[in-house]
DNA sequence: GTAACAATTTAGACAAATCTAAATTAATAA
DNA sequence: TTATTAATTTAGATTTGTCTAAATTGTTAC
């Protein structure tokens, strides 16, 4: 069986929302895929037709086994190509996403195997996501934001999820990547902005949109 | 300005018959793109629209300057991936046309200036075409097939111009590659067949279809 | 329990790239 | 030069993914 890019794009997003948020329906949908409602109710009815997804009208839907594997192959792709990007091609972490969406939709299982092979195995992406196996296995590691992490104890960066360039530059600002060694100093109930000392710099305050994307090791 | 996948197709396809064969018509681009004639008109007013070439109806179609640059960067692309493909992850030569096709769509100069740079740089791909700078230009090389050599003069394999898997895997059957050395030994007016020596084999006869497609420099 | 509202789906339409069948133009051959 | 043939184009339809506007279903507040 193969998929347009369109079907790929659908099946990736809704295993992100699945992940995401304990309910998804048809609008959050078509907002992630930037799409009005209705047209998001014709391709769920394409979806299941292809026994990607299970599908009730108006009661839900959510992945089939075939369409939660269809899911990590694409995660896969894209995450191997993240790093193939960052560490063969010299890209910054923020620049890499967008290509990746382009060369997660190249089909050939042969490529990705030999990508795989050529990159050694990396077991995680540029942004500290894990990278599937070709089962669609990856490590599971308990890891929290900086809003529910304790205070006071050495922190590591392990992930960044949020691929927004934005994001990612005014990270590179703070001198934040992953591996960096942090300490969380205090919370702010205010605004909900957290202090932190990250290695042996001064202190600095960062907001909690920008708090609740970084995540570090438990 | 950006172009969709079909498009890009449409543009290097003209772009070979034009070097190919001094005359190209609706009936032969229909035939290179597997499409109907008819299809074929409905898109060479799309693409005279987008000034990627010269158009008049019933009398004939011509890349544009516009056009011709376009398939040019297309074409660094394909040859590009093709190279990363065999040197980088180990594909055999025959496997990497099909997949270059893909990988010539995703757009971004800078991720081919990276990875341009990445291989240092290649003058020529796998199947030895050139491959055309940043600027669309190529080296020009004296090279000629099987059919037009002179015998008895030690040649080397420069390019072989058929990228189907069938062709490509017939000369590695005959141990002949980018490189190898021969020497013509006669020709037989019969049936168009070339006698040859391959480095200090046994001589092998090749049948005319694959003769004109082994190309050496002169 | 039902009225109001929110979420979802249907109906009908559109753009891109294709098709078939019919019409038109150009080339060629007598 | 004109008739025939070959190449090309037009007309009208189809598929994919999308849209708007209207209808339907489910949920929630009173």
Not at 113 to 133: K, Q, S, W
Not at 171 to 180: A, C, D, R, S, V
Request: glycine share 4%; with cysteine; proline share 3%.
């Amino acid at each position: 069986m193969t998929y347009t890019t369109t079907e790929e794009n659908y099946i990736k997003a809704i295993y992100h929302l699945e992940h995401e948020h304990e309910s998804v329906g048809t609008n959050l949908l078509s907002a992630a895929m930037q799409t009005k409602p209705a047209s998001v109710t014709d391709m769920l009815k394409k979806l299941e037709a292809k026994k990607l997804l299970h599908y009730e009208k108006y009661r839900g839907f959510r992945l089939s086994d075939q369409g939660n594997k269809l899911a990590l192959t694409i995660i896969r792709k894209h995450r191997l190509w993240e790093y193939f990007l960052v560490e063969k091609l010299g890209f910054n972490w923020d620049e890499v996403h967008v290509l990746a969406e382009q060369l997660e939709h190249v089909s050939s299982e042969d490529l990705i195997r030999r990508l795989d092979e050529f990159l050694e195995h990396p077991a995680f992406d540029p942004h500290g996501d894990p990278i599937p196996d070709v089962k669609g296995k990856f490590r599971k590691i308990n890891q929290d934001n900086l809003l529910g992490l304790p205070l006071k104890k050495n922190l590591k960066v392990s992930a960044v999820k949020n691929q927004e360039s934005e994001m990612l530059n005014l990270l590179t600002q703070y001198e934040i990547k992953i591996g960096t060694q942090l300490k969380i100093l205090r919370r702010f109930a205010y605004d909900g902005s957290v202090e932190i000392r990250i290695e042996k710099n001064a202190a600095t305050i960062l907001s909690k949109q920008v708090a609740q994307h970084i995540y570090c090791n438990l």
